[in-house]
């Protein structure tokens, strides 16, 4: 690899070749195929049709896939997993093509997105996942997920509100949150009570060197 010794990923490729890196396929292994797929769909297609705004799209692999990636080690290695809000697939479409042995429900309240969703599905033969069109709050007498994921969907106290419901008694919620998460636990206390939660954990989820890593928050829910 081309570059002064010590060089990290960051420093070593751009936003465009990030994802060609022998680092981020070791990282992905088999499912690697399928997500760079996904990161040219969203690349090719996502300003367009208003999934990410015209600055993301240099950084769709550090800043979107990769970042929705650092969440799997965090979720259940087979059951089922619902990603509300998932908006263009994220991190939803990313832990369906990494956990092909995962049940992936993708929850979005927009036409247009789960049009997106479904033709993404389609076009990476992934057997393993629904898009159902619809709130949160909507599903919450329908189904029932060992995990609940969201990336950047509201404060912690109504994400619990429209989450927890939807995570069976024993299971978890696994969001992916800003920095500042540790402010947002307490004014959810009320809500977490309610279902008997775990005292929150924050985790960092990390993917490969160079990357910066993500902010994590998991929650059980007893009740």
Not at 20 to 35: E, H, P, Q
Not at 183 to 195: D, G, H, T
């Amino acid at each position: 690899m081309a570059g002064e010794a010590g060089a990290t990923d960051a420093e070593l490729f751009d936003g465009e070749t990030l994802g060609a890196s022998d680092t981020v396929k070791a990282y992905l292994g088999d499912a690697y195929d399928g997500v760079a797929r996904y990161a040219e769909l969203l690349r090719d297609q996502g300003e367009l049709r208003g999934l990410i705004g015209p600055r993301e799209v240099p950084r769709i692999w550090e800043r979107h896939i990769l970042n929705s990636a650092a969440v799997v080690p965090y979720l259940p290695t087979s059951g089922s997993v619902a990603d509300i809000g998932s908006g263009a697939g994220l991190p939803g479409i990313v832990i369906a093509v990494m956990r092909p042995e995962l049940e992936v429900i993708l929850v979005e309240p927009m036409e247009r997105r789960t049009t997106w969703l479904g033709e993404v599905v389609a076009e990476l033969g992934l057997t393993n996942v629904q898009v159902k069109r619809g709130r949160a709050e909507e599903y919450h007498d329908a189904f029932e997920a060992d995990a609940v994921t969201s990336r950047a969907v509201a404060a912690l106290s109504k994400l619990v509100r429209l989450s927890m419901p939807l995570v069976r008694v024993g299971g978890e919620l696994v969001i992916l949150k800003g920095r500042n998460v540790a402010e947002e636990i307490e004014p959810a206390r009320k809500v977490l009570r309610k279902f008997a939660a775990a005292e929150p954990e924050i985790l960092e989820g990390s993917t490969v060197e160079g990357v910066e890593t993500t902010t994590i928050l998991r929650v059980r829910r007893s009740k």
